[in-house]
């Protein structure tokens, strides 16, 4: 099978983390990137506009402000019917965020996914479509490592419900319209230029303050930590890969991570070395929507795409530290 046709690739969401690493990823391929982006404000947009600052100059890029749910203004963009492949990464983001603001889950993350589908049914491209989902779909699963096998009805928030809404809807319309797509459940990913709501962020930046940090479950937590680099090499082979012709329905759903689950305390022994300082830790109870564990079964996606994560957890997070360092110094102090 011919490779997928990425001279062209719509990235959604390319303000966000991962985003903008991937449309970083396609440029330096020689890829034209045409980058959607709401900016909305769930985190400072500062940090948003920044990443896009990395982007921008570069002739093959190109960016559009735009809600992803707004299909009419969605498919009227420029360029947007040449893509020959899309990598869908907008999305409301945040389990705790979705017990305060559900609304916004909804129309992101379920007619945001809508209308995608929609764009790329409807073009003459018939894009290849990679989008984001989550190992949140998991819920309430216990079995460890998480398989794509597993059945993941048991969603313990909304937005992992969403998440599984979206595969759903994806499954029926490669059924449908026979829409070459591939689901990709991720797991914890974190570096540079990352999100401020998760745990490394926050983490970090109130050890550096001397602020304390929330350990929730009193510590007895584990996470599958994935580094971004990791996450890119798994996206961009997906994308840039034919999928794999093992069932009648073109839709494929992998995991995504580290496949190596790290302890809560552990976790934050690290950023403690990494910063040079102890943490004041506040002992909490278990949040609701939180999960005990995650754990990623990576032999779907590494049998078909080669895909083999690098990065352990004590080489990516000082890292982050650096760059976390450089970055508050060049904000004026405020991370």
């Known amino acids: 099978m011919a490779d997928v046709d990425s001279s062209t690739v719509l990235v959604t969401g390319v303000a966000g983390f991962i985003g903008s690493y991937v449309a970083r990823a396609l440029l330096d391929r020689g890829s034209r990137v045409i980058g959607v982006d709401n900016l909305n404000d769930y985190y400072p947009v500062s940090l948003k506009r920044a990443r896009l600052q990395r982007l921008s100059g570069e002739k093959n890029f190109a960016f559009h402000e735009c809600d ?128 401020p709501d998760m745990a490394y962020w926050s983490f970090t930046e109130n050890i550096i303050s001397g602020a ?47 496949n190596q689950p790290v302890a809560l305390m552990r976790f934050i022994e690290i950023i403690e070395q990494a910063v040079g300082r102890e943490a004041v830790k506040k002992f909490e109870p278990m949040q609701a929507g939180d999960v005990y564990a995650t754990y990623a079964d990576i032999d779907a ?18 890292k982050f530290v650096e760059w976390y360092k450089e970055y508050r110094k060049s904000a004026g102090g405020a991370a």
């Open 301 to 318: 996606i590494s049998a078909d795409y080669g895909f083999a994560p690098t990065t352990p957890l004590e080489a990516g997070i000082p």
């Open 68 to 195: 992803i749910a707004d299909y009419d203004a969605l498919r009227a963009l420029p360029g947007v019917g040449d893509a020959g492949c899309i990598i869908h990464l907008a999305a409301q983001a945040g389990v705790r965020y979705s017990l305060e603001n559900p609304f916004a889950y909804a129309r992101s993350n379920l007619l945001g996914h809508l209308s995608i589908l929609e764009l790329a049914r409807h073009s003459k491209k018939r894009p290849h479509l990679v989008y984001a989902s989550s190992s949140s779909v998991y819920g309430a699963n216990t079995k460890t490592p998480f398989a794509e096998t597993d059945p993941v009805n048991d969603p313990v928030s909304l937005y992992a419900a969403t998440k599984r809404s979206d595969e759903l809807l994806s499954e029926s319309y490669a059924r449908l319209y026979e829409l070459k797509q591939v689901g990709l459940r991720f797991f914890t990913v974190y570096g540079a230029w990352g999100r």
């Open 212 to 258: 304390p940090i929330r350990v929730f479950n009193n510590g007895d937590l584990k996470r599958d930590f994935t580094y971004i680099d990791d996450i890119v090499s798994g996206v961009i082979a997906t994308a840039t890969q034919p999928m794999k012709p093992d069932r009648p329905v073109p839709h494929r759903i992998y995991n995504i991570g580290n």
